[in-house]
Antibody, heavy 120, light 107 residues
Framework: QVQLQESGPRLVKPSETLSLTCTVS??????????WNWIRQPPGKGLEWIGY???????NYNPSLKSRVTMSIDTSQNQFSLKLSSVTAADTAVYYC????????????WGQGTLVTVSS | DIQMTQSPSSLSASVGDRVTITCRAS??????LNWFQQKPGKVPKLLIY???SSQSGVPSRFSGSGSGTDFTLTISSLQPEDFATYYC?????????FGQGTKVEIK
């Protein structure tokens, strides 16, 4: 059974960089059949796709966040990561990592999500 | 970006009711449409992919239809565990985008 688990600081100060890591078990981030995504959900609001990274390191970011987003992948640790710079209160959200199957382009496995609050 | 618009934003229904949720895309997305169910404090769960294909383990009362720009999710007989928020999501082109959600509440 594939499992994804987000980790990282839950509180980030305004203007600083949010950093999260997703650790995958029961599957490999090196599997070329999948994209590895980050999705967020502000409290009480809808879902926003942040971007994905492929095992090769190829990335695709949401243009609305592209200038502030960096994703990376560590195949030796079976992890992938998100950095979001210059955060504001508007970046407060539950951040999910999710696997996307390339064949049908759907998110089939999600992490449990982690609430990151931006506050001084 | 492709805009996804769901209707209604919320609805009240009783156990046993037939419920239909509509999702409209701002341009044609063929059948590249997925439906998710999210309960409070929980992770979104994939119900339907490619507009009408059911994910493994999803009860048969959930069905999806549509192509192009107009799609529907139907719950044939609403059960107590179905009270949740439902999201459509297009997988036609990046950035992947979601509808704003439809909250199904108990009448």
């Amino acid at each position: 059974q594939v499992q994804l688990q987000e980790s990282g600081p839950r509180l980030v100060k305004p203007s600083e960089t949010l950093s999260l890591t997703c650790t995958v078990s029961g599957g490999s981030v090196s599997n070329g059949n999948y994209y590895w995504n980050w999705i967020r959900q502000p409290p009480g609001k809808g879902l926003e796709w942040i971007g994905y990274i492929y095992y090769s390191g190829h990335t695709n970011y949401n243009p609305s966040l592209k200038s502030r987003v960096t994703m990376s992948i560590d195949t030796s640790q079976n992890q992938f990561s998100l950095k979001l710079s210059s955060v504001t209160a508007a970046d407060t959200a539950v951040y999910y990592c999710a696997r996307q199957w390339e064949l049908h382009n759907y998110f089939d496995y999600w992490g449990q999500g982690t609430l990151v609050t931006v506050s001084s | 970006d492709i805009q996804m618009t769901q209707s209604p934003s919320s609805l009240s229904a009783s156990v046993g009711d037939r419920v239909t949720i509509t999702c409209r895309a701002s341009q044609s997305i063929s059948n590249h449409l997925n439906w998710f169910q999210q309960k409070p404090g929980k992770v979104p769960k994939l119900l339907i992919y490619a507009a009408s294909s059911s994910q493994s383990g999803v009860p048969s009362r959930f069905s999806g239809s549509g192509s192009g720009t107009d799609f529907t999710l139907t719950i044939s007989s609403l059960q107590p565990e179905d009270f949740a928020t439902y999201y459509c999501q297009q997988s036609y082109s990046t950035p992947w985008t979601f509808g704003q959600g439809t909250k199904v509440e108990i009448k």
